[in-house]
């Protein structure tokens, strides 16, 4: 008899676990354990969507015949996977396993579980996703700097998807370009999915509100949906209501509307509720019948073959190390509002709103408002990355990690990405309504009710010209520093070294 582990975010018929084991002869586990729910102290709507998927995944998988054991959170004394296996693994003669999404617990599946097991340790590739780690290590291979384009390609070619034979889908890679439009209210935003709650969804959220209250977000409003069929609905919802619209708005950022097009899929589609490649096959399908663009569909399928896999594929090749780089020598800690939400920062103050609410933000949101601000104060990376984990539903370390360390806070040096996704206020004020219900003035620098991201920003550029002057993307922006009267910008300086001195008070 064989032991399969299935892990949090494990939750797919199609893993390669299922795949290897006998449903007549071999057993299946799950457990809740204090240590995974712990070791950052992980949303409340993030422990509720996982451990409920998990049951409800584990009922799934004993309707079809499985025999699993489950361990539910406070019925048993295990904190750990170790002690799990002490118990678990009498009388079987094998563990199985499919290779987990975290290097911190991959390293213990590696090096501890067998002897906690007392029996060998199988561990399977992840099959669940369209690029292999050799796949990606050979097109990474010789490369100084990779770029997501033309990953994004070789995955087009790879997957078929919006290929003509060898060339894409009208004429062109990437519509970018028609993607960047602030929403005026015109078109009519999508209607809200609201799933029916069952037991399970009870017990899980009464659990989550009495054990981790201390952990950052409230329940009030859960809307995650918890089984492969909700997902699936979610998925439905998303290419009927949504997926027409997305490529326009993708950048758009609202005052009071904290989803607009975006899907919403990536927790389904992060804990194995939903497969990536039929989330992709949908929306093809969607454009192939002529019920969403092109621009769109292309927009939306980017974002899954080209950033999600480009960024695990840069967490295998580089993890460790790559959670210690900190190439701008960035050291301050995290301001409180980002636990708070309190701030006079109206764009923060929206974006920890969603945050805190619904455990979401969308990607403009976390890159643009929440990140850029981390990065124009020079947060270490470390902090950053952390709450980066905590707070959103879909947060896995190989996800967020390059995405925070290397998108936002451009710590790697710019193997990522070519430059820092710094900006000013203008930015945020070209693509939200915000500066409008904001206390701080965008069109300003220097005046002590100016927006700080103006003075910081230009801090940034300053204290880094030795890094970035170099950088041909950047050249205009030196350009532009040089050009400005030396007594704009050191007011700016100035003005921004008292923002530096407590950040805190903003
Ligand atoms: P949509 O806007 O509808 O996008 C569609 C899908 O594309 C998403 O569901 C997701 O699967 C995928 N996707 C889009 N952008 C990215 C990206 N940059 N990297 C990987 N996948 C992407 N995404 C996570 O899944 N987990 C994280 O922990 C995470 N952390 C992030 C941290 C920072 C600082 C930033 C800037 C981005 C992060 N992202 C993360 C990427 C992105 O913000 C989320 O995937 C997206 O906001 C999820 O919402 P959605 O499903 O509505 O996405
Ligand atoms: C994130 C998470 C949480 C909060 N809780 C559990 C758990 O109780 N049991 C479990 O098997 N997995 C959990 N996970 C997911 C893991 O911590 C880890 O992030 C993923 O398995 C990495 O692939
Ligand atoms: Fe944000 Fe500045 Fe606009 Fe206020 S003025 S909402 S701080 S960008």
Redesign the pocket.
Known sequence: MKIGI?????LSHSLPTLAQLNKQTDRLV????AD??R?VK?HQQ??AL??SA?RHFAAELRSTGWQVDYHA?GEHGFHS?ESLLETVCDGAEAVVVTH???YR?QQRIEHHWQKSAGVPVHCLEDSRFLCAADFFQRWASGKKQLRMEFFYREMRRHTGLLMEGDEPVGGQWNFDSSNRQPYKGKTPLPPVLAFDRDEIDRDVLALVSEEFADHIGTLDDFQWGTTSAQAQQALDHFIEHRLRHFGDYQDAMVTGEDTLFHSLLSPYINIGLLDPMVVCQAAEQAYFSGDAPLNAVEGFIRQIIGWREYVRGIYWLLMPDYAKENRLGNDRPLPSYYWTGETKMHCMAECFRNTLDHAYAHHIQRLMVTGNFALLLGVLPEAICQWYLEVYADA???VELPNTLGMVMHADGGYLGSKPYAASGSYINRMSDYCKHCQYNVKTASEPDSCPFNSLYWHFVHRHRQQFAGNHRMRMIYRNLERMEAAKVDAMLQRAERLLADPDAL
Do not use: N, P
């Open positions: 299935v892990l949090g975010d494990q799950m457990a809740e354990l995974e729910a070791y992980h993030k422990l996982i451990f998990m959170f996977f987990c999404g975290e617990l896995f370390d190989w």
